[in-house]
């Protein structure tokens, strides 16, 4: 049973930065294979980052060139940096595996104020 613990949002204003954790627990867990999504409110969730099995790291279009995806294998936790954060980015943010496969967290709000 893997378990997703995100933490770091709160109320930022427009252009400023956030850095979002997400700390994983879990016997067949494997942070090379994590994601990052968000929940706009009245909106479907949908996926913001992702890493890649080659070290890598894709973003959705919204957020490339601002928003940057990490891990710490030691630690087992997965960090997004979030920088010029706009109003659009308001939503609830989760990590998980990129398939979905485990249970989702509660999610931690970011709220950008214009």
């Known amino acids: 049973q893997v378990q997703l613990v995100e933490s770091g949002g709160g109320l930022v204003q427009t252009g400023g930065s956030l850095r979002l954790s997400c700390a994983a627990s879990g016997s067949t867990f494997s942070i090379n294979a994590m994601a990052w999504f968000r929940q706009p409110p009245g909106k479907d969730r949908g996926l913001v980052a992702r890493?890649?099995?080659?070290?890598?790291?894709v973003y959705a279009d919204s957020v490339l060139g601002r928003f940057t995806i990490s891990r710490d294998n030691a630690k087992n936790t997965l960090y997004l940096q979030m920088n010029n954060l706009r109003p659009e980015d308001t939503a609830v943010y989760y990590c998980?595996?990129?398939?979905?496969?485990?249970?989702w967290g509660q999610g931690t709000q970011v709220t950008v104020s214009s």
């Open positions: 998980n595996s990129v398939f979905m496969s485990y249970a």
């Open positions: 890493l890649t099995s080659t070290g890598g790291a």
